[in-house]
């Protein structure tokens, strides 16, 4: 990579989330937990559930996955922030749930979320925002948090043909000041890797 003209690296600009890391408190617990049960009832009163299933979003290619993984360690989970005790996770996503785990009953699925509790997650951030990431398996996650892309990434997943080479850069300002995080140059070759 140290071939790589500065001239073709271009910049995806993504949030910094700042939060600090905390236990996560009794009362949001018992909140996700009644709004897992909200969700599991209104998907039970649904007249036909397995309409309420989104599909699944494409994944990126492996460079732009390359990029989308960095751009989020990067940020850190600036879009996890709104969250909060509910997830994101409704009717739809207990359908999808309930229909890949058929056996479990409604509190084996309600403990697989709490039991995935981040043991130390961002302050008042979504419950499952640890600081490795989400700490929610995939398929348990909200649609909406698989398919999301924050705008820089989502400008990145835009370009055609996109940049050759990119550096990451999470924060305000141009470079300066407290919080600026950057990458390391990630380049297209990593497409074959």
Known sequence: MSNIPMSTIHEVRVPAQQAPLSEP???????????LIESLRDLREARRPDRLI??????????????????CTQCRGSCC??????????????????????DLDA???????TDAIAPLGYAGSCLFHGPAGCTLPKPLRAELCNAYYCNGLKDFMAMDPRPPA????????AGQGDGVRRSAVLAELERAG
């Open 25 to 35: 408190e009794p009362g949001r617990i018992r909140a996700l937990k009644r709004h």
């Open 54 to 71: 989104q599909p699944p979003s494409p994944e990126p290619d492996a460079y732009a996955a390359a990029v989308v993984r960095e751009g």
């Open 81 to 102: 922030l709104g969250g909060g005790t509910h997830a994101y996770l409704d009717e739809r996503t207990m359908a999808r749930v309930r229909r890949a785990l058929p």
């Open 107 to 113: 509190g084996a699925i309600i403990r697989r979320y």
């Open 166 to 173: 990119v550096v990451v850069v999470a924060g305000q300002g």
